[in-house]
């Protein structure tokens, strides 16, 4: 009796490679390639959540341009700010595959809009030396928000203000020296009323950004649950007042104490629905 073949050994089954990340789109962001894991905030990054990160540093370079950002700096403080965490400018620069020059402008700029803190980059374990820098983002929306748009009214609305103004005396001393051109009259005229709108969009731009964090929230959480319809009427009942009944009204409201304004308000609807009954 012939002895059984012996067994052939079987190749081990190949191992399968873990299966890629389906990349995250988001509406006008370009997908930004995956880098590798790499030192520091990469070795322990979700790959998927640090994939989103810089798709998300991408969305905000192309919000950014139109606040009146270059894109770089933009595109480092999307980062930061959704990294949730102090980041050195290494971390930074390897994660948007930024020069060393770039980053650092980008970083100063950012730090000089006042959207970025620096701050004691965090010990690492077998470290020597002193700690480094590190930068952080100002997370509370309504602060780097109010940061913005002051930003954005002295370096974009002051200039324009100038422009405007000087434009204005120019068009005013020559329509004083030829009154009889209609062209120059009509050019003084408009460009007055041009810089009376600057001036006020100037001014309320000021004034949004001297409005305490909390209060700028409230009153646009408070806005956003007035309907539309509402909100029209009481600008057409606005529009339908003289000024010289509104102004003395809202010079009273603003001279009430915070303690009595409460009670005052509740009168004042009170008195208001029995108006409308």
């Given at each position: 009796m012939s002895a059984a073949p012996a067994a052939v050994p079987q190749a081990p089954a190949e191992r399968q490679?873990?299966?890629?990340?389906?990349?995250?789109?988001?509406?006008h962001a370009a997908v930004v390639p995956m880098a590798p894991a790499n030192e520091g905030l990469?070795?322990?990054?979700?790959?998927?959540?640090e994939h989103i990160r810089r798709?998300?540093?991408?969305?905000?370079?192309?919000?950014?341009?139109?606040?009146?950002?270059?894109?770089?700096?933009?595109?480092?403080?999307?980062?930061?700010?959704?990294?949730?965490?102090?980041?050195t400018e290494r971390e930074i620069r390897l994660a948007l595959g930024l020069s060393h020059r770039a980053a650092s402008l980008a970083l100063a700029e950012v730090a000089a809009w006042g959207l970025v803190e620096r701050v004691p980059e965090p010990r690492r374990a077998g470290s020597r030396g002193p700690a480094g820098a590190a930068w952080a983002a100002i997370d509370d929306h309504w602060r780097w928000f109010g940061?913005?748009?002051?930003?954005?009214?002295?370096?974009?609305?002051?200039?324009?203000?100038?422009?405007?103004?000087?434009?204005?005396?120019?068009?005013?001393?020559a329509a004083?020296?030829?009154?009889?051109?209609?062209?120059?009259?009509?050019?003084?005229?408009?460009?007055?009323?041009v810089l009376a709108f600057v001036r006020?969009?100037?001014?309320?731009?000021?004034?949004?950004?001297?409005?305490?964090?909390?209060?700028?929230?409230?009153a646009m959480r408070l806005a956003a649950q007035v309907p539309d319809y509402t909100m029209l009427r009481l600008?057409?009942?606005?529009?339908?007042?003289?000024?010289?009944?509104?102004?003395?009204?809202?010079?009273?409201?603003?001279?009430l104490s915070p303690s009595a304004a409460p009670g005052t308000a509740g009168l004042f609807a009170g008195v208001l629905r029995r108006l409308e009954g």
């Open positions: 490679a873990p299966a890629e990340p389906q990349a995250v789109r988001m509406p990469f070795a322990t990054a979700s790959a998927d959540a798709l998300i540093a991408t969305a905000w370079g192309d919000v950014g341009s139109t606040w009146g950002f270059p894109p770089a700096t933009a595109r480092v403080h999307g980062y930061l700010l959704a990294s949730r965490r102090p980041l940061r913005v748009v002051e930003q954005r009214r002295l370096r974009q609305g002051g200039p324009a203000v100038a422009a405007i103004e000087g434009a204005s005396s120019a068009a005013r001393a004083d020296g030829r009154p009889d051109d209609p062209d120059l009259g009509d050019l003084r005229m408009w460009l007055d009323d006020l969009v100037d001014r309320m731009a000021a004034l949004m950004a001297r409005v305490p964090p909390r209060d700028l929230e409230r600008l057409d009942l606005l529009a339908a007042q003289p000024d010289g009944d509104v102004l003395p009204l809202l010079d009273a409201l603003a001279r």
